[in-house]
Structures are given as structure tokens and as C-alpha cells.
């Protein structure tokens, strides 16, 4: 079955840096449009970056731009998303988000259980 893990999350002071990574499985990976949002409580999920299957075209929340770096390994069927320079309103839970339109039109959209990051000031 299909399947979103996250990992790399945890607590971190403002500054410093964390690389979540999303294992995927139970899918062609390469063909799926894969981003990371984030959401904290009282708000809606958030989309921090996105990333074309090849990798070629990337797209950051206006926040983030300068900070993250969105990546993806198509032979390692993973996902990643290097934070840099943290800082306290980056806290949040991130989830890996897979995403692709059927030549039918169908939409396939799947997410991870999300992993939670705590920026200490």
C-alpha cells in the first residue's frame, strides 16, 4: 500500500538547522509532484515547497525562500527538505504530500503522518 514516513524532525534552537527526509512507497514515485507543507494548531496546513518529478522546477512559501531547500532521489524513492537558519515561527508539524493527475483526470493525493519541529528561542 502506499506509504508517506517522515523523519528528521525534532527540537532545535532558533538558528540552527534540521533535514526532514519522506521515505515513499507503494507508488511510482518519479511521476508525482511531491512538496512539504506544514501546519500548526488553530491554522490551516500550509505549503512551504514543491518540487516537479524530475526535479527540475521548485516553488517556496515566501518565508522560507532562502532557508529551505526542497530535494528529491527518484532511485531512493525519498524526499527531502533541508531547513537552515530556524527560527521559532518555523514550529509547526511538516508533512510529505504526493500528488498526480490521472490521464483521466483522476487526482491521486496522498500524505505522510507528518513529523513535528520545535524552534526554541
Known amino acids: 500500500q502506499v506509504q508517506l514516513v517522515e523523519s528528521g524532525g525534532g527540537l532545535v534552537q532558533a538558528g540552527g538547522s534540521l533535514r526532514l527526509s519522506c521515505a515513499a512507497s507503494g507508488f511510482t514515485f518519479s511521476s508525482y509532484v511531491m512538496s512539504w507543507y506544514r501546519q500548526t494548531p488553530g491554522k490551516e496546513r500550509e505549503l512551504v515547497a514543491g518540487?516537479?518529478?524530475?526535479?527540475?522546477?521548485?516553488n517556496y512559501l515566501d518565508s522560507v525562500k532562502g532557508r529551505f531547500t526542497i530535494s528529491r532521489d527518484n532511485r531512493k524513492n525519498t524526499l527531502y527538505l533541508q531547513m537552515n537558519n530556524l527560527k521559532p515561527e518555523d514550529t509547526a508539524v511538516y508533512y510529505c504530500n504526493a500528488n498526480r493527475k490521472g490521464t483521466t483526470g483522476r487526482i491521486y493525493d496522498y500524505w505522510g503522518q507528518g513529523t513535528r519541529v520545535t524552534v526554541s528561542s
Open positions: 518540487i516537479t518529478s524530475t526535479g527540475g522546477i521548485t
